[in-house]
């Protein structure tokens, strides 16, 4: 059992969350290449080791994170919101979020 | 073996007898026995039959590691095979029998497999039934299948009651600062000095008492320091549980505990769970999980009468029974002193094997004083008698090996070959334990990179007090780690024997084939593992795959270690150049209802019902699920089944008027300032200009260019839009709407929520609908055809002051409305609408009749958005907007999405008018019924518009390409093959003259 560091709601099981993908993946425009939406969606690569991913807190606050997970060990890293806009509101309200 | 219950001692309560039967026979043991130690007290032996050649099997342990006496307990609906008599504590009542045999355990048929010993080695049935010719020239596994399912009855284990399990198991969570495993002098000492340090800490003892090793010591002293460090331990307020297992440990220190409730009681009270599944989260573990003892690979060494050392003292000290008369002791190591003494001391006559040439002075004169006989370099070689023992051939060292030496009579046999430290919780983190030659057993490594400490002599510390400052020193590690302030104990090391184990594992004598077990349970002799090396097999992996050795249920805690020293001998390696292998949760066996908990019959998943449900029981609906919802089916009326009711449903709703609960449609509320750009990059086709008061139809896409889902949308203000989903898709499409906006979209300022539990909808449809809902409106000219023109959407007042919105929208290809109200108004909602639609004799309709009614029209859902289907496989290309970019208009260009010839979706009717056809035929052209065909049905109806049965599915190239031709539906294991036509999607008025009306 994973345990997350939801910056919203504190540590929970991973069961409440559920795993998004690659979180380093910038995806194209809308009107870029079927090439480059190609590599977006398709192309990954397998790490071992640490790892930035998304993940869903589907059954709390509905908010998207970015966690940083090794793959090997399953330790975490760091948890942030994916939302800029929300990780800076949390930065200047409370020293949460990071494990 | 001649046991007898002794006149006092042990941990018995002697005033205290218990009946119960063994295979129909009653007998009687007293409060504190388990099965097995009752039945030995009454003189029974034979309790098993192994498992390939139905060997006779006795009790061969006191533990979890019991690999004899394996049982079946209780009857009908609570009959429990394969329980370890020697964990199964007595009750009133208990009715056991034996496994694996028939007629008997004593007289079993099945034995006659001993006769052909060697045909059943390793690999015997592969070899044999699998591909082997001339049996199986040509045949593939087609013979193997039913071999196999020959092999498998005769070879086996006890047989599970094939009625429902009437017991409830519970799913509880816990936490904890320190979880100690094990309630032994490490576990008990490791658990007093976190408590006394002010953590939160959970002891777990699978046992039914607290104690470990302290149970199976005859001496006062160690009763009273168990009972002492007890009592601190309450008062330091840690939990404590028995009859608890921590059968597994995961990430992030979760461990995975069965706690067994009632399996000891004999009417247990009715809301007591039998076992509850426990998740337990700790900050910090420590492993005192003891340690098991080992056997040694001898001649016949599985005859019921041969036992582990440790059972021999735990039968005399716990149970107080003299488990023989006549006994030998084979150790290679100190343990057995103790045990040998003791046993002497009890009225038996004990005859001391030890395989070492040197016994340090006190171990001599710990049993010379009590009469024990000692053979130092002796060991045992095979036993005599084949239901118990009745004499033991022995060999001594000597330069070139052992060699045979005479025998001696006897009717018990005990043996230590050393003892291996309970790793497996380690192992189950993926820490692989390291090989100490001095102890000859795995211990862990010295560095763990979790937060998991062993203790006593699960980290090979051998002596009781040594134990003790074990388990102190990995409490204060805890309490370090935690933030704690501990002097920090230094932790003993492995060891605490006054003179080295000699390791050993196999002792034979050229020139005599005997068959000696590695594996009891399994039945995997020394001979298998040699086999196994010959035929090539050199990873311990792979060697436990072939010969299944450590594939019981006793997960190879008996044989592993014999099996790995074995193969390290064949190869002429150490024992750690072959390896070891991993141990996998669970550590004991967890029952399948544990797992499950109480998610089972109507908690197998969550039940959704709309606010409507009690209103539409009341008006006599049929229900079904539809995903996790709850929906009517149909509304029978009398006399009516479900055919004649959906069919009356769709005539009806199409002459006057059918309600519809739609309430399970997702419903997402998308806000604010740049909520139409957010829609017109989401959806194919164009929002950017739609009006206020007006909806729109629209398809999603995925990123790859696939159909997500589709909906209507409705604009309710410059920034407000409602949006519909599928029923099945409503989850999946708010999930992806959240994504988008927090990942990437960041820029965009728009909220979506999620208001499917807010609103509660009906479908009003039919020519007749208008005036149903003129009816309820508070200001009927709202609902004028100017007023409210196709797609139009309106936010109003129904009658009584209930807020309402409603669209002009159209599933059904009638004239129609979805209205929809805050969720209290449900039923009120329905009364306004039934009490309008009722007197122009309308109808309800349920899932059933919407189905009738889309298929006809030719309306997708589900069934063919399947994820495999294109915008322009639905039929719907058009749909796609060439003038801008939206998610997954790169991707859906890609050429094998764009192929003419892919499925495309259409309309079928059968060749024969009254022939009908299922959905998940698969079509094929006429003369080429095979492999995956041209196509296939995604839903059926009878259509009564039409008259005969209609189906929509895929077929490639699309309907124009099939004009004329016979196309097959093929459906060969359910109703055989039908001739159907395939034509276009819209069969029912298909320039839509009905809805716009």
């Given at each position: 059992?994973?345990?997350?560091?939801?910056?919203?709601?504190?540590?929970?099981?991973?069961?409440?969350?559920?795993?998004?993908?690659?979180?380093?993946?910038?995806?194209?425009?809308?009107?870029?290449?079927?090439?480059?939406?190609?590599?977006?969606?398709?192309?990954?690569?397998?790490?071992?080791?640490?790892?930035?991913?998304?993940?869903?807190?589907?059954?709390?606050?509905?908010?998207?994170?970015?966690?940083?997970?090794?793959?090997?060990?399953?330790?975490?890293?760091?948890?942030?919101?994916?939302?800029?806009?929300?990780?800076?509101?949390?930065?200047?309200?409370?020293?949460?979020?990071?494990? | 073996?001649?046991?007898?219950?002794?006149?006092?001692?042990?941990?018995?309560?002697?005033?205290?007898?218990?009946?119960?039967?063994?295979?129909?026979?009653?007998?009687?043991?007293?409060?504190?026995?388990?099965?097995a130690?009752?039945?030995?007290?009454?003189?029974?032996t034979v309790l098993g039959r192994s498992f390939k050649y139905h060997r006779p099997r006795g009790i061969m342990s006191?533990?979890v590691e019991e690999s004899g006496a394996i049982v079946t307990v209780?009857?009908?609906?609570?009959?429990d095979p394969n329980v370890k008599a020697t964990?199964?504590?007595?009750?009133?009542?208990?009715?056991?029998s034996g496994q694996n045999a028939w007629p008997s355990v004593r007289f079993d048929l099945g034995a006659v497999n001993g006769l052909f010993g060697r045909f059943f080695s390793a690999g015997f049935y592969y070899k044999t039934f699998?591909?082997?010719?001339?049996?199986?020239?040509?045949?593939?596994?087609?013979?193997?299948?039913?071999y196999e399912k020959i092999i498998r009855r005769a070879a086996g284990m006890g047989v599970a009651?094939?009625?429902?399990?009437?017991?409830?198991?519970?799913?509880?969570?816990?936490?904890?600062?320190?979880?100690?495993?094990?309630?032994?002098?490490?576990?008990?000492?490791?658990?007093?000095?976190?408590?006394?340090?002010?953590?939160?800490?959970?002891?777990?003892?699978?046992?039914?008492?607290?104690?470990?090793?302290?149970?199976?010591?005859?001496?006062?002293?160690?009763?009273?320091?168990?009972?002492?460090?007890?009592?601190?331990?309450?008062?330091?307020?840690?939990?404590?549980?028995?009859?608890?297992?921590?059968?597994?440990?995961?990430?992030?220190?979760?461990?995975?505990?069965?706690?067994?409730?009632?399996?000891?009681?004999?009417?247990?009270?009715?809301?007591?769970?039998?076992?509850?599944?426990?998740?337990?989260?700790?900050?910090?573990?420590?492993?005192?999980?003891?340690?098991?003892?080992?056997q040694?690979a001898?001649?016949n060494n599985d005859r019921p009468?041969v036992?582990?050392?440790?059972?021999?003292?735990?039968?005399?000290?716990?149970?107080?029974?003299?488990?023989?008369?006549?006994?030998?002791?084979?150790?290679?190591?100190?343990?057995?002193?103790?045990?040998?003494?003791?046993?002497?001391?009890?009225?038996?006559?004990?005859?001391?094997?030890?395989?070492?040439?040197?016994?340090?002075?006190?171990?001599?004169?710990?049993?010379?004083?009590?009469?024990?006989?000692?053979?130092?370099?002796?060991?045992?070689?095979?036993?005599?008698?084949s239901h118990?023992?009745?004499?033991?051939?022995?060999?001594?060292?000597?330069?070139?090996?052992?060699?045979?030496?005479?025998?001696?009579?006897?009717?018990?046999?005990?043996?230590?070959?050393?003892?291996?430290?309970?790793?497996?919780?380690?192992?189950?983190?993926?820490?692989?334990?390291?090989?100490?030659?001095?102890?000859?057993?795995?211990?862990?490594?010295?560095?763990?990179?979790?937060?998991?400490?062993?203790?006593?002599?699960?980290?090979?510390?051998?002596?009781?007090?040594?134990?003790?400052?074990?388990?102190?020193?990995?409490?204060?590690?805890?309490?370090?780690?935690?933030?704690?302030?501990?002097?920090?104990?230094?932790?003993?090391?492995?060891?605490?024997?006054?003179?080295?184990?000699?390791?050993?594992?196999?002792?034979?004598?050229?020139?005599?084939?005997?068959k000696s077990f590695v594996d009891p349970q399994h039945d995997v002799t020394t001979e298998d593992v040699?086999l196994a090396?010959?035929?090539?097999?050199?990873?311990?992996?792979?060697l436990k795959r072939y010969t299944t050795l450590g594939m019981a249920t006793d997960g190879g805690k008996v044989g592993n270690?014999i099996g790995?020293?074995?193969?390290?001998?064949?190869?002429?390696?150490?024992?750690?150049?072959?390896?070891?292998?991993?141990?996998?949760?669970?550590?004991t066996p967890?029952?399948?209802?544990?797992?499950?908990?109480?998610?089972?019959?109507?908690?197998?998943?969550?039940?959704?019902?709309?606010?409507?449900?009690?209103?539409?029981?009341?008006?006599?609906?049929?229900?079904?699920?539809?995903?996790?919802?709850?929906?009517?089916?149909?509304?029978?009326?009398?006399?009516?089944?479900?055919?004649?009711?959906?069919?009356?449903?769709?005539?009806?709703?199409?002459?006057?008027?059918?309600?519809?609960?739609?309430?399970?449609?997702?419903?997402?509320?998308?806000?604010?300032?740049?909520?139409?750009?957010?829609?017109?990059?989401?959806?194919?086709?164009?929002?950017?200009?739609?009006?206020?008061?007006?909806?729109?139809?629209?398809?999603?896409?995925?990123?790859?260019?696939?159909?997500?889902?589709?909906?209507?949308?409705?604009?309710?203000?410059?920034?407000?839009?409602?949006?519909?989903?599928?029923?099945?898709?409503?989850?999946?499409?708010?999930?992806?709407?959240?994504?988008?906006?927090?990942?990437?979209?960041?820029?965009?300022?728009?909220?979506?929520?999620?208001?499917?539990?807010?609103?509660?909808?009906?479908?009003?449809?039919?020519?007749?609908?208008?005036?149903?809902?003129?009816?309820?409106?508070?200001?009927?000219?709202?609902?004028?055809?100017?007023?409210?023109?196709?797609?139009?959407?309106?936010?109003?007042?129904?009658?009584?002051?209930?807020?309402?919105?409603?669209?002009?929208?159209?599933?059904?290809?009638?004239?129609?409305?979805?209205?929809?109200?805050?969720?209290?108004?449900?039923?009120?909602?329905?009364?306004?609408?039934?009490?309008?639609?009722?007197?122009?004799?309308?109808?309800?309709?349920?899932?059933?009749?919407?189905?009738?009614?889309?298929?006809?029209?030719?309306?997708?859902?589900?069934?063919?958005?399947?994820?495999?289907?294109?915008?322009?496989?639905?039929?719907?290309?058009?749909?796609?907007?060439?003038?801008?970019?939206?998610?997954?208009?790169?991707?859906?260009?890609?050429?094998?999405?764009?192929?003419?010839?892919?499925?495309?979706?259409?309309?079928?009717?059968?060749?024969?008018?009254?022939?009908?056809?299922?959905?998940?035929?698969?079509?094929?052209?006429?003369?080429?019924?095979?492999?995956?065909?041209?196509?296939?049905?995604?839903?059926?109806?009878?259509?009564?518009?039409?008259?005969?049965?209609?189906?929509?599915?895929?077929?490639?190239?699309?309907?124009?390409?099939?004009?004329?031709?016979?196309?097959?539906?093929?459906?060969?294991?359910?109703?055989?093959?039908?001739?159907?036509?395939?034509?276009?999607?819209?069969?029912?008025?298909?320039?839509?003259?009905?809805?716009?009306?």
């Amino acid at each position: 059992m994973i345990r997350i560091n939801c910056p919203f709601c504190g540590e929970r099981d991973h069961t409440e969350f559920s795993y998004g993908g690659d979180a380093s993946i910038v995806y194209p425009e809308l009107d870029a290449s079927m090439e480059e939406w190609h590599d977006a969606i398709f192309m990954r690569e397998n790490i071992r080791g640490m790892q930035s991913e998304t993940w869903h807190h589907a059954n709390g606050c509905r908010m998207w994170l970015v966690v940083e997970r090794d793959t090997m060990t399953h330790e975490i890293q760091s948890v942030r919101p994916a939302h800029k806009g929300n990780a800076a509101v949390l930065s200047t309200t409370d020293t949460g979020g990071e494990q | 073996m001649s046991a007898k219950r002794l006149p006092q001692g042990g941990r018995i309560d002697r005033d205290q007898r218990i009946r119960f039967t063994w295979d129909g026979s009653s007998m009687t043991g007293y409060a504190g026995d388990t099965l097995a130690s009752a039945l030995m007290a009454n003189g029974e032996t034979v309790l098993g039959r192994s498992f390939k050649y139905h060997r006779p099997r006795g009790i061969m342990s006191a533990g979890v590691e019991e690999s004899g006496a394996i049982v079946t307990v209780g009857q009908g609906r609570r009959r429990d095979p394969n329980v370890k008599a020697t964990m199964q504590e007595l009750y009133p009542g208990l009715a056991a029998s034996g496994q694996n045999a028939w007629p008997s355990v004593r007289f079993d048929l099945g034995a006659v497999n001993g006769l052909f010993g060697r045909f059943f080695s390793a690999g015997f049935y592969y070899k044999t039934f699998m591909g082997l010719p001339p049996m199986e020239w040509g045949k593939g596994t087609g013979l193997w299948m039913q071999y196999e399912k020959i092999i498998r009855r005769a070879a086996g284990m006890g047989v599970a009651s094939r009625e429902a399990d009437p017991d409830v198991y519970d799913h509880v969570h816990g936490y904890c600062d320190v979880l100690v495993v094990g309630s032994g002098p490490a576990g008990l000492s490791a658990a007093l000095t976190a408590a006394k340090a002010g953590l939160d800490v959970l002891l777990v003892e699978q046992d039914c008492e607290l104690g470990g090793d302290y149970l199976n010591q005859a001496d006062e002293a160690s009763g009273k320091k168990r009972k002492d460090l007890i009592a601190k331990l309450e008062k330091a307020g840690a939990r404590m549980m028995t009859r608890t297992t921590a059968f597994g440990l995961y990430d992030y220190g979760t461990a995975g505990l069965l706690e067994r409730v009632t399996d000891h009681i004999a009417s247990p009270d009715k809301h007591l769970p039998r076992h509850r599944f426990w998740t337990v989260r700790a900050k910090q573990t420590i492993v005192a999980t003891g340690a098991l003892e080992r056997q040694v690979a001898f001649g016949n060494n599985d005859r019921p009468g041969v036992m582990n050392v440790a059972a021999g003292r735990s039968y005399l000290n716990r149970y107080g029974i003299l488990p023989g008369q006549d006994i030998v002791v084979a150790t290679n190591n100190d343990s057995a002193y103790a045990t040998a003494a003791e046993l002497a001391s009890a009225g038996a006559t004990v005859s001391l094997l030890d395989a070492r040439a040197t016994i340090p002075e006190s171990m001599m004169s710990l049993v010379g004083n009590s009469g024990v006989n000692l053979h130092t370099r002796s060991a045992p070689l095979n036993v005599r008698g084949s239901h118990g023992v009745n004499g033991l051939d022995f060999a001594v060292a000597g330069q070139g090996g052992w060699s045979a030496q005479g025998s001696e009579s006897c009717d018990l046999v005990l043996v230590s070959g050393g003892w291996s430290p309970v790793v497996h919780l380690l192992s189950h983190r993926g820490i692989r334990p390291v090989w100490n030659v001095e102890q000859a057993c795995f211990v862990g490594p010295d560095e763990v990179n979790e937060p998991i400490y062993m203790a006593g002599s699960a980290a090979a510390v051998w002596n009781i007090e040594d134990c003790l400052t074990s388990g102190e020193s990995a409490a204060t590690k805890a309490i370090k780690a935690l933030g704690g302030k501990a002097r920090q104990k230094k932790a003993p090391a492995p060891g605490g024997w006054e003179s080295p184990i000699e390791p050993l594992y196999e002792v034979t004598v050229s020139g005599r084939q005997l068959k000696s077990f590695v594996d009891p349970q399994h039945d995997v002799t020394t001979e298998d593992v040699r086999l196994a090396h010959r035929e090539g097999f050199v990873s311990v992996e792979h060697l436990k795959r072939y010969t299944t050795l450590g594939m019981a249920t006793d997960g190879g805690k008996v044989g592993n270690i014999i099996g790995l020293a074995l193969m390290a001998d064949a190869q002429g390696k150490e024992i750690p150049e072959v390896g070891t292998t991993t141990f996998r949760p669970p550590y004991t066996p967890v029952s399948i209802g544990a797992l499950k908990g109480r998610n089972v019959d109507g908690h197998f998943r969550p039940l959704r019902r709309t606010p409507m449900h009690v209103w539409n029981l009341d008006h006599g609906a049929t229900m079904t699920m539809a995903g996790l919802w709850h929906r009517p089916w149909y509304f029978a009326r009398k006399g009516e089944g479900i055919s004649e009711a959906y069919v009356r449903e769709t005539e009806t709703t199409r002459r006057t008027v059918g309600l519809c609960d739609v309430t399970s449609l997702g419903k997402i509320a998308i806000q604010g300032p740049d909520a139409t750009e957010f829609l017109n990059r989401i959806y194919t086709n164009p929002f950017a200009k739609l009006p206020i008061g007006k909806a729109r139809y629209g398809i999603m896409l995925r990123d790859d260019g696939i159909v997500m889902d589709d909906g209507t949308t409705w604009r309710l203000s410059e920034t407000d839009y409602f949006m519909t989903t599928t029923t099945a898709h409503a989850g999946k499409v708010m999930v992806f709407l959240e994504e988008l906006l927090q990942t990437r979209w960041q820029d965009l300022r728009v909220h979506v929520t999620s208001v499917s539990e807010q609103w509660a909808g009906s479908a009003v449809a039919g020519p007749k609908s208008r005036e149903v809902l003129e009816a309820c409106v508070e200001d009927p000219s709202v609902m004028s055809n100017d007023a409210f023109p196709f797609m139009g959407v309106i936010e109003t007042t129904l009658k009584g002051g209930i807020p309402c919105r409603i669209a002009r929208i159209s599933f059904s290809g009638e004239m129609a409305f979805e209205a929809y109200v805050p969720s209290d108004y449900a039923s009120a909602l329905m009364d306004l609408l039934w009490a309008a639609a009722e007197p122009l004799d309308g109808c309800l309709y349920g899932l059933e009749a919407l189905g009738a009614m889309r298929i006809e029209k030719g309306h997708v859902t589900g069934a063919e958005l399947d994820g495999r289907v294109t915008i322009d496989d639905a039929g719907l290309g058009k749909m796609a907007s060439p003038a801008k970019s939206f998610i997954g208009s790169a991707m859906r260009n890609r050429p094998e999405l764009m192929r003419e010839d892919r499925p495309r979706l259409v309309g079928i009717k059968p060749k024969d008018a009254s022939q009908t056809f299922n959905a998940g035929s698969i079509l094929c052209a006429e003369g080429k019924v095979s492999g995956l065909g041209e196509g296939w049905i995604t839903a059926v109806t009878h259509s009564p518009a039409m008259g005969h049965w209609i189906g929509l599915g895929f077929i490639s190239s699309g309907y124009e390409a099939w004009e004329g031709k016979t196309v097959i539906a093929a459906d060969p294991v359910r109703k055989g093959n039908i001739e159907v036509e395939i034509i276009s999607p819209h069969m029912y008025d298909p320039d839509g003259e009905r809805m716009y009306g």
